[in-house]
């Protein structure tokens, strides 16, 4: 079992930032944190994203939506960590406002500072939570990345931050955490490897997430279930889920476009019956 440090005091406020500064140091935790773009080279981190699959197909819906790169849209970056999906909207050609309430280097708005305005990918940072109030009708996209779940109350969250959607605009949460019962919320907070620090982790059930949607007024445009998109798989692509599964299962997966259909519903089923999963939610608010 893993030995958590007591919270230096230069961390109290900020308990995201000294995980992040803490895990970089623990060999077993560093590939994780890489996933999450936290590896300590902030440049290279956001170039990365920039160039995933996952980012290409978040554009991709964003367009099928109508609020494309060449859209001028305004978003609203929430969670925004150290700014890596800021930068890359920003280079893909959005107005983007980067957001979060932690000032770290690592994991916060310090590291967002200074990774703003690099290659030409200049965007606003500002320090607000995820529930305060804020101006109506002024974003085109607001966009969470692995940051819902972290709400208390994600139905009041949903609904404050819809406020500030323009008509026909679009409410994004990415890479959500989904339950199905108890005993996966406690599997979930107990094997995450930072809640001991964080204590910030939540995860719910499908329904909960919808029902904040719909609360807010807002309607599906778009749900990604765990293996419909690299959006919820990554780090791994689809090319290279494909692959796996074609080897295990002896099919060419690759090929039979509806059998690997099927294929990766029951896949996704079968590991739903044994711990949380990951959900996208790209929702519209009525023009």
């Known amino acids: 079992m893993t030995a958590f440090p007591t919270i230096p005091e230069q961390y109290k406020d900020d308990p995201t930032e ?44 964003f367009t099928r939506l109508g609020k494309g790169p060449d859209s001028q849209a305004r978003v609203l970056d929430v969670g925004c960590g150290n700014g890596f999906a800021s930068y890359a909207l920003t280079r893909a050609g959005y107005e983007v406002t980067a957001s979060d309430i932690s000032e770290g280097d690592l994991a916060g708005l310090g590291g967002a500072r200074k990774l703003n305005g690099s290659d030409g990918a200049a965007f606003s ?19 969470l990345r692995q940051a819902l779940h972290h ?21 994004c949460a990415i890479r959500e955490h989904v339950i199905r019962n108890r005993r996966q919320l406690e599997c979930f907070l107990a094997t995450h490897p930072f809640q001991p620090i964080t204590q910030d982790e939540h995860a719910y059930t499908l329904a909960t997430y919808r029902n904040a949607f719909q609360q807010a007024g807002l309607v599906c445009g778009v749900e990604l279930y765990p293996f419909d998109s690299a959006i919820n798989f990554f ?10 599964l074609s080897r ?24 739903q019956l044994r711990r949380d999963q990951l959900y996208s939610f790209f929702y519209r608010k009525l023009a």
């Open 248 to 271: 295990v299962t002896r099919l060419n997966l690759g090929k039979h476009s509806r059998l690997r259909h099927w294929v990766l519903r029951l896949l996704a089923y079968k590991h």
């Open 125 to 143: 940072v500002v320090n607000f939570s995820m529930d305060s109030s804020q101006p109506e009708s002024v974003y085109d996209i607001i966009y």
């Open 18 to 61: 000294w995980a992040t500064v803490w895990g970089l140091t623990q060999p077993h935790l560093q590939e994780s944190l890489a996933a999450c773009y936290r590896s300590g080279d902030l440049l290279a981190d956001a170039r990365r994203f920039y160039a995933s699959q996952e980012f290409a197909e978040t554009l991709a819906i």
């Open 235 to 244: 780090p791994g692509d689809h090319t290279e889920l494909v692959t796996h």
């Open 151 to 171: 709400s208390a109350n994600p139905a009041e969250t949903v609904e404050g931050l819809a406020r500030s959607l323009r008509p026909g605009g679009i409410f």
